[in-house]
Nanobody
Framework: QVQLVESGGGLVQAGGSLRLSCAAS????????MGWFRQAPGKEREFVGA????????YYGDSVKGRFTISRDNAKNTVYLQMNSLKSEDTAVYYC?????????????????WGQGTQVAVSS
C-alpha cells in the first residue's frame, strides 16, 4: 500500500511559478510510475504528466508541455511538478498518483494510488 501526500499548492499570479511535491510512503516508490493529474470545478480529471520509475522517461499533456516539468528523487521518495508560466486555466486541484508500468500512462484508471490533492489557484 502506497500513501501519497501532495504539498506546495497556493495562489500565484499569472506568469508565475509553483513547485508541487508528492511524498510517498509504504510500498516500493522506486518501482512506481508517478503521474500528476488535475481537476478544475465541473471538469473531468485531466492528465498533466508522468515520470517513469527510473526518471528516464517523462510524458506531458499538451496543455502543459513546455511549461511544466516532472522530476523525482527516489532517495527521498518524492516526485515534483515544477510549473512555470502559469495561466488562469491551470487553476485546479492537483493530484499525484502511482502505478506500476508505463502503458496507458495518461489513463487515470491505470493508477492504483492517489493523494488527497493540493489546490493551485492562478489569478489573472
Amino acid at each position: 500500500q502506497v500513501q501519497l501526500v501532495e504539498s506546495g499548492g497556493g495562489l500565484v499570479q499569472a506568469g508565475g511559478s509553483l513547485r508541487l511535491s508528492c511524498a510517498a510512503s509504504g510500498g516500493t516508490f522506486s518501482m512506481q510510475t508517478m503521474g500528476w493529474f488535475r481537476q478544475a470545478p465541473g471538469k473531468e480529471r485531466e492528465f498533466v504528466g508522468a515520470i517513469s520509475w527510473s526518471g528516464g522517461d517523462t510524458y506531458y499533456g499538451d496543455s502543459v508541455k513546455g511549461r511544466f516539468t516532472i522530476s523525482r528523487d527516489n532517495a527521498k521518495n518524492t516526485v515534483y511538478l515544477q510549473m512555470n508560466s502559469l495561466k488562469s486555466e491551470d487553476t485546479a486541484v492537483y493530484y499525484c498518483a502511482a502505478r506500476v508500468g508505463w502503458t496507458g500512462v495518461t489513463d487515470r484508471w491505470q493508477y492504483s494510488y492517489w493523494g488527497q490533492g493540493t489546490q493551485v489557484a492562478v489569478s489573472s
